[in-house]
C-alpha cells in the first residue's frame, strides 16, 4: 500500500500538461535520434518553474540514477541544459538553457560535424573497396554513390559553419 501511495505522490507531481510538453521533447529526440530519456529530462528540466538536482529528475520521472546522471551529463555537453544557482543548497541543480540558437549549435558541434569527420575517412575506404569490385557495372554503380555520399558530406561541411554563424553560435 505504502509503493502505491508513493507512485501517486510522483505521479501527482507532474501534471497532465508537464508530461505532454515532457513528450513533444521525446518525439523531438526520437526524430533526431537521441535516447528517449534525453527528451524526458529537457521537457521536465524545461516544464519546472525551479531548478531540479538529480535526485528531483530520477523522482518525477523515474529513471534510475545512472541514466538521469548519463543524460544531464550528455545534455550539458549539448548546451541544452546548465547548472542552475545553488541559493544555499549542497546540491547540484540544472535547468535548461532556452536559447535555440545555443542548443542547435550544440547539436552540430558535439553529434553532426563529429559524424562527417569520421565518415570522410570511411567514404575515401569505400572508394578504394568499390574500386576493387570485379563487376565493371557494379564497380562503375558504387562509384557514383560514393561521389553523390562524398558530395553530400563535403555540402554539410560547408553548410554547417554557415548555419552556426546565422545562429550566431
Not at 507532474?14 to 535520434?33: C, E, H, N, S
Not at 543548497?89 to 569527420?117: A, C, M, N, W
Not at 570522410?120 to 554513390?145: I, Q
Amino acid at each position: 500500500m505504502d509503493a502505491t501511495r508513493h507512485a501517486a505522490e510522483n505521479d501527482a507531481e507532474l501534471t497532465a500538461l508537464d508530461r505532454q510538453v515532457i513528450d513533444v521533447f521525446v518525439d523531438g529526440v526520437k526524430v533526431i535520434g537521441l535516447p528517449k530519456s534525453l527528451g524526458e529530462i529537457y521537457g521536465l528540466l524545461f516544464v519546472s518553474p525551479a531548478a531540479l538536482s538529480l535526485d528531483d529528475v530520477v523522482r518525477k520521472l523515474r529513471l534510475s540514477k545512472g541514466s538521469a546522471s548519463q543524460g544531464l551529463r550528455m545534455l550539458r555537453e549539448l548546451g541544452a541544459v546548465k547548472e542552475a544557482e545553488a541559493n544555499g543548497s549542497r546540491r547540484t541543480r540544472y535547468e535548461p538553457d532556452v536559447d535555440l540558437k545555443r542548443l542547435v549549435g550544440g547539436f552540430i558541434r558535439e553529434q553532426v560535424r563529429p559524424h562527417l569527420e569520421s565518415g570522410k575517412g570511411k567514404v575515401g575506404k569505400l572508394m578504394k573497396n568499390a574500386a576493387e569490385e570485379e563487376d565493371a557495372e557494379l564497380r562503375k554503380f558504387y562509384r557514383r554513390r560514393l561521389q553523390k555520399l562524398e558530395a553530400w558530406m563535403s555540402r554539410g561541411r560547408i553548410v554547417l559553419p554557415l548555419i552556426q554563424r546565422m545562429l550566431g553560435e
